[in-house]
């Protein structure tokens, strides 16, 4: 048997350019049959294992765990429940389809006013988010990283200058 790996990869790699899967296959398996195997310390292993241990499942949040939807669906019961005994109290009800539609009219009204005020917030944090990772990736190359080292370094220097500046009787050359 042949131990030279250089011979496996010539072998492995003829067979594959005449096109036979199963010669390419066995050749393929002797080429990594020379590759030694490395385990991991098992340092490793048990501090993969505890950390595994310590994880916690995520809990996959519903609408309904949002905090201001339940008092705002409480809400909206309890104004829909009292129009409605106001309407089955009053006894002269004039012109009851007017009210219902007004009722209607106003909740539709809220309701699409939410919407857009949801999609506007919804667009200012997308607009956020890209501007973040605008920042990420300009501040993630090394010379904008050095740019602001040397102007954290030129900051630190200014502010030491204008504290001796502004207080100089608290230093006293001996």
Request: aromatic share 6%.
């Amino acid at each position: 048997m042949n131990r030279d790996p250089l011979d496996a990869l010539r072998r492995w790699l003829v067979t594959e350019g005449a096109d036979d899967s199963a010669a390419a296959e066995a050749a393929f398996r002797q080429v990594f049959r020379l590759v030694p195997r490395h385990e991991p310390p098992a340092a490793f292993a048990d501090r993969v294992a505890g950390a595994a241990r310590g994880l916690r499942p995520i809990r996959g949040g519903t609408l309904w765990d949002v905090a201001w939807l339940r008092p705002l669906a409480g809400f909206a019961l309890l104004v829909t429940g009292t129009a409605a005994l106001g309407l089955f109290v009053a006894s002269p009800v004039p012109d009851v389809p007017f009210l219902v539609s007004m009722w209607a009219g106003v909740v539709s009204g809220v309701a699409v006013r939410l919407s857009q005020l949801l999609d506007l917030g919804l667009s200012v944090w997308m607009l956020c988010s890209q501007v973040g990772e605008a920042a990420r990736a300009v501040a993630a190359t090394p010379p904008v990283r050095l740019g602001l080292f040397c102007n954290a370094a030129l900051a630190l220097v200014a502010i030491c200058g204008l504290r001796r500046l502004l207080s100089p009787r608290e230093e006293r050359i001996s």
